[in-house]
């Protein structure tokens, strides 16, 4: 079975642009989750949707960081405008439903320069 | 929410030797994760894990919910153990610990 799928892998781009990620959860699964890696502040939950809903999204930093998640085999986490302290590895999770394992995508380097 | 420790935070092994991670809550958990960050920074889940103990070849878990911990047994620790070991408990979303860095040398 597939695993959980996020592209791009690696990402750089200059400050103020527009930086979208991309997200596949495992097929069937109804929860899906976007995370932030730092070495300051480890890994942090942005936000959990629950059958393409957003359930809560108070880890998302500030007003630039947006997600979407218009049907069950899709989601975008965007940054606009983004910048340097935005580098991070963000990761994408999916679990069956709510309180059940979470599998994690390969996730997505992010160099803001 | 549920603060995570980890301990000890580094972790260094010659290769065959037996170790074992802790995990502290500060509350009770209804569930609860460990997982392998390999040197390449995949997150690879290890065991799910709300209560009891479970075993996969030379891993294995035990959670102790009551008292708000659990361990991660490695043995006969093989190089391509090395990484960071995370533990997370899940009540909907994860809440991990700093994560212990294991180091197995040949």
């Known amino acids: 079975d597939a695993g959980v799928i996020q592209s791009p892998r690696h990402e750089v781009t200059e400050m103020g642009q527009e930086v979208t990620l991309r997200c596949k959860p495992i097929?069937?699964?109804?929860?899906l989750f976007w995370y932030r890696q730092t070495m300051m502040r480890g890994l942090e939950l942005l936000i959990y949707?629950?059958?393409?809903?957003?359930?809560?999204d108070s880890g998302m930093p500030e007003d630039r960081f947006s997600a979407k998640m218009p049907n069950a085999s899709f989601s975008t986490l965007k940054i606009q405008p983004s910048e340097p302290r935005d580098s991070a590895v963000y990761f994408c999770?999916?679990?069956?439903?709510?309180?059940?394992?979470?599998?994690f995508g390969d996730g997505t380097r992010l160099s803001i320069l | 929410g549920i603060q995570v420790e980890q301990s000890p935070p580094d972790l260094i092994l010659q290769e065959g030797a037996n170790s074992t991670l802790r995990c502290n809550f500060s509350?009770?958990?209804?569930?609860l994760q460990w997982f392998h960050q390999n040197p390449w920074g995949q997150l690879i889940n290890l065991f799910y894990?709300?209560?009891g103990t479970k075993q996969n070849g030379r891993l294995s878990a035990t959670t102790v919910a009551t008292e708000r911990y659990s361990l991660l047994y490695i043995s006969s620790s093989q190089t391509t153990d090395s990484g960071v070991y995370f533990c997370?408990?899940?009540?909907?979303?994860?809440?991990f610990g700093a994560g212990t860095t294991v180091t197995v040398r040949a």
């Open positions: 509350d009770s958990v209804n569930n």
């Open positions: 097929s069937g699964h109804n929860s």
């Open positions: 999770a999916s679990s069956l439903r709510n309180n059940q394992p979470q599998h």
């Open positions: 997370a408990s899940n009540d909907y979303k994860l809440s």
């Open positions: 894990i709300p209560s």
């Open positions: 949707f629950n059958n393409n809903v957003p359930i809560d």
